[in-house]
Nanobody, 123 residues
Framework: QVQLVESGGGLVQAGGSLRLSCAASARTFSRYTMGWFRQAPGKEREFVAAISGSGSTKYAADSMKDRFTISRDNAKNMVYLQLNSLKPEDTAVYYC????????????????WGQGTQVTVSS
């Protein structure tokens, strides 16, 4: 069983940055691909980025890869999402998730989810 707790969301002006954190309880954290998703009101949950268990491979959605960066620290059981050059359309609840599927890119492949952290970008 994996428990995930996100933090770091908040209100930021357009063009600003935030760093989201996700703390994981898994004893074998490095076995899991970790991903970030987001969901805006009235929209479906959207893939943001994923990183392999070792952290050696990662990727992000094409529309976000130039501004958002995923990373992890297996020694601390942490995964991060750096959000730069934020836009109002980035406003959403951001979720951390864990999967045993290598570099899973779809939400249905993730077995463990955090409660989410709200990111609001003002214009």
């Amino acid at each position: 069983q994996v428990q995930l707790v996100e933090s770091g969301g908040g209100l930021v002006q357009a063009g600003g940055s935030l760093r989201l954190s996700c703390a994981a309880s898994a004893r074998t954290f490095s076995r899991y691909t970790m991903g970030w998703f987001r969901q805006a009101p009235g929209k479906e949950r959207e893939f943001v980025a994923a990183i392999s268990g070792s952290g050696s491979t990662k990727y992000a959605a094409d529309s976000m890869k130039d501004r958002f960066t995923i990373s992890r620290d297996n020694a601390k059981n942490m995964v991060y999402l750096q959000l730069n050059s934020l836009k109002p359309e980035d406003t959403a609840v951001y979720y951390c998730a864990g999967s045993i599927t290598y570099l899973a890119g779809h939400s249905r492949l993730y077995d463990y989810w955090g409660q989410g952290t709200q990111v609001t970008v003002s214009s």
